[in-house]
């Protein structure tokens, strides 16, 4: 494998959760090495293990947006049963804790709004690269 080749697999590894030491001797290169292009690949490495993560959590779970519309569409439903109930009743209390729980829980499954990394976080070899190649 040329040094290009040997990087490359070497991103894909480390986002894949393979330790130095394995890596080292799969690649035949020492960890020093590793270590310098674990630092120099960082923003790719990272990259790569969100992809694969995300492709994990949807493989598993619901899609966000698929979740939040459930969790809308039952505080709708206790909501409305609330609308109908005397505030003096004792399970009513229940429902305003589980509105209230619903709220929460969509705001933490919608979580806050990110639009990309700090270009601090990005190496600088990396980040003249990107914006060498970016184009409006």
Do not use: C
Not at 8 to 32: C, M, N, T
Not at 102 to 117: N, V, Y
Request: avoid cysteine; aromatic fraction near 10%; charged fraction near 35%.
């Amino acid at each position: 494998m040329n040094d290009v080749e040997t990087q490359q697999r070497f991103v894909f590894l480390r986002a894949e959760g393979w330790s130095f030491a394995r890596i080292a001797e799969d690649l035949k290169v020492s960890k020093p090495t590793l270590i310098k292009w674990s630092r120099e690949f960082r923003f790719e490495i990272q990259n790569q293990r969100a992809i694969r993560s995300e492709a994990l959590q949807e493989k598993w779970l619901a899609v966000r947006d698929v979740r939040v519309n459930e969790l809308g569409e039952q505080l709708r439903k206790v909501e409305a049963e609330l609308a109908k109930r005397d505030l003096a009743t004792v399970p009513t209390i229940r429902l305003f804790s589980l509105v209230q729980s619903l709220r929460d829980r969509i705001q933490h499954e919608a979580g806050p709004i990110e639009f990309g990394i700090s270009s601090k976080d990005i190496s600088l070899k990396e980040f003249y690269e990107e914006a060498r190649l970016w184009k409006p």
